[in-house]
């Protein structure tokens, strides 16, 4: 695709159910990051997977948070029993070398938490 | 630990106005300092970068100033117009670490026609 694609656009979770958020980076971008942002905050580091290996997880804020990316290329973040401070804008980014150049940004997912 | 503190919260210019906004990190092993545009329900899109071993880099009406010694950079944005009305991120990271951005808390800019 053109840019990095992420499903849904919005999610509303009822507090204590489980959610799972798509991110489909663009096409042959080794390294993928997910950012938490909350409102009228700057994003937050979550994790960061170089191709299927996840090799930073220390941005996640509790066990309840878990990201994967099997085949290297769609990710998948997953948080269980959602949490009113979990509500948020979930952003992917992908960039194309195994270290920083640029990171595209996808929209996002704005999940709210009632 | 808020390691990339960002000025100002707010910022409102004139059309044609010189926009700036501020930059200070702590980290001195941040080699690497991204500057962010963010339109409401977008994600956020790279402007311009900097790496340390330059005092200052263009690109069209965007500039960014770095000052090592201080551990400050800032964005200046000339001739601002209105379509400029976007919140505006800096970010620094460390390029052998997995690439890990740390953001500022963001600037709100209004460029008033």
């Known amino acids: 695709g053109a840019g990095v694609s992420q499903s849904p656009r919005y999610k509303v979770a009822k507090r204590g159910q489980d959610v799972a958020l798509r991110c489909d980076p663009i096409?042959?971008?080794?390294?993928l990051f997910w950012y938490q942002q909350a409102l009228g905050q700057g994003p937050e580091f979550l994790t960061y997977?170089?191709?299927?290996?996840?090799?930073?997880k220390s941005g996640l804020p509790s066990d309840r948070f878990f990201a994967e990316r099997p085949e290297g290329s769609v990710s998948t973040l997953k948080i269980q029993r959602t949490q009113q401070e979990d509500s948020a804008v979930y952003l992917c980014a992908s960039s194309f070398r195994e270290r920083l150049t640029e990171a595209f940004f996808g929209q996002g997912t704005r999940l709210t938490v009632v | 630990q808020q390691q990339v503190k960002q000025s100002p919260q707010s910022l409102i210019v004139q059309k044609g106005g010189i926009s700036i906004i501020n930059c200070a990190y702590e980290?001195?092993?941040?080699?690497?300092f991204p500057w962010y545009q963010q339109f409401p329900g977008k994600g956020p899109a790279l402007l311009i970068a900097i790496r340390p071993d330059v005092s200052e880099k263009k690109e069209g009406r965007f500039t960014i100033s770095f000052n090592k010694s201080a551990k400050q950079f800032s964005l200046h944005i000339m001739d601002s117009q209105p379509g400029d009305s976007a919140t505006y991120f800096c970010a620094a990271s460390k390029e052998t670490s997995g690439s890990r951005l740390t953001f500022g808390e963001g600037t709100q800019l209004t460029v008033n026609p």
């Open positions: 997977f170089q191709n299927e290996a996840q090799l930073d």
């Open positions: 096409s042959g971008h080794v390294s």
């Open positions: 980290n001195t092993a941040f080699d690497y």
